[in-house]
């Protein structure tokens, strides 16, 4: 093992001592591990994310905006962009970027077939979660978020760096779109009343009232259950995801649950993802992200709207 490695495990266990993060049952409000979820292998921990940072597979990702990234990143980290999931040129905000610009960002990522990639920021993963499932539309799964993200790092000692790392090698993957995890307005619109199929809108209460100056009509899909993304993640100083057991009373309280169809939408597409991730780790086998969501919806007059509660 490389001596930075090596010195980055005892920083580690270090910090692990002296907060007592190690103990056997952790205190309330405490990170959940990887592996309490049914989904676990979508997360990795800041322990194991230590240990494996010279991996040459390793392509870790800081989703962050740009000006947090230039203040200080886990070492080696690569800054990616949620807006540059989107395309630019539809007319509905959100939607996700067409092939060249796929290409382009993962071109840019270093990614091939080959990486293992883990992306983290410091708002709660909601950025992180975006690029998640963007790979996961292009049929790409070995790709992880760090649970906690960077505050848990931080939490546990371990160094950040203002130092850009070298940039990788152009990546590139297979340009298929894997449907099972996205879905059109007219397949929602199909989807009305189906007790197979849950729908979820993960708006916070201001951006259920957001009308974007008069674009966006009031209210939502007929039959959504109201879970905002917000009540993901913990509250305290390292916004991890919930621990299982609440999160799963969470949806379960609004009938979404695993042996449904679950089809997310939020203010716009890139919102959703969040909720998606956090479904997954649940374990929840079928979930879909509605790209256009609220912003595309709403701008609809011909389709249905229920009122607020």
């Given at each position: 093992m490389a001596l930075a490695g090596r010195w980055r495990i005892a920083l580690f266990a270090f910090a692990l001592a002296l907060t007592g993060c190690g103990a056997p049952a952790p205190a309330a409000g405490s990170v959940a591990p990887p592996e309490a979820y049914p989904g676990g292998e979508l997360l990795v921990s800041v322990e194991w994310l230590s240990q494996h940072l010279d991996d040459p597979s390793l392509r870790l990702l800081d989703?962050?905006?740009?000006?947090?990234?230039?203040?200080?990143?886990?070492?080696?980290?690569?800054h990616v962009w949620w807006q540059d999931t989107i395309e630019v040129h539809n007319e509905i905000y959100g939607m996700l970027v067409g092939e060249p610009g796929r290409a382009e960002l993962i071109r840019q990522a270093g990614i091939t077939p080959q990486s293992r990639v883990v992306v983290y920021d410091g708002a709660g993963n909601r950025y992180a979660a975006r690029i998640v499932w963007t790979l996961h539309a292009l049929g790409f799964r070995?790709?992880?978020?760090?649970q906690g993200g960077r505050q848990?790092?931080?939490?546990?000692?371990?160094?950040?760096?203002?130092?850009?790392?070298?940039a990788p090698a152009p990546g590139k993957l297979?340009?298929?779109?894997?449907?099972?995890?996205?879905?059109?307005?007219?397949?929602?619109?199909?989807?009305?009343g189906d007790p197979a199929v849950a729908i979820v809108d993960n708006r916070t209460p201001e951006e259920?009232?957001?009308t974007w100056n008069g674009r966006l009509r009031l209210g939502k899909i007929p039959g959504a259950a109201m879970i905002p993304w917000t009540a993901l993640t913990e509250r305290g100083p390292i916004p991890a995801y919930r621990d299982p057991a609440a999160l799963r009373g969470l949806f379960a309280s609004q009938g979404v649950t695993p042996d449904k169809t679950?089809?997310?939408?939020?203010?716009?597409?890139p919102r959703a993802a969040q909720t998606y991730l956090a479904l997954k780790l649940l374990g929840y086998p079928s979930v879909r992200v509605y790209d256009g969501s609220w912003a595309e919806w709403s701008t609809r007059a011909d389709l249905p709207l229920?009122?607020?509660?």
């Open positions: 989703a962050s905006p740009l000006h947090e990234y230039q203040a200080g990143h886990i070492p080696g980290a690569i070995q790709v992880q978020v760090l848990a790092w931080e939490a546990a000692g371990l160094p950040l760096t203002r130092r850009l790392p070298p297979a340009q298929q779109l894997d449907y099972s995890v996205l879905i059109g307005i007219d397949d929602v619109l199909a989807s009305l259920q009232r957001e679950v089809i997310v939408y939020g203010l716009h597409g229920e009122p607020l509660p």
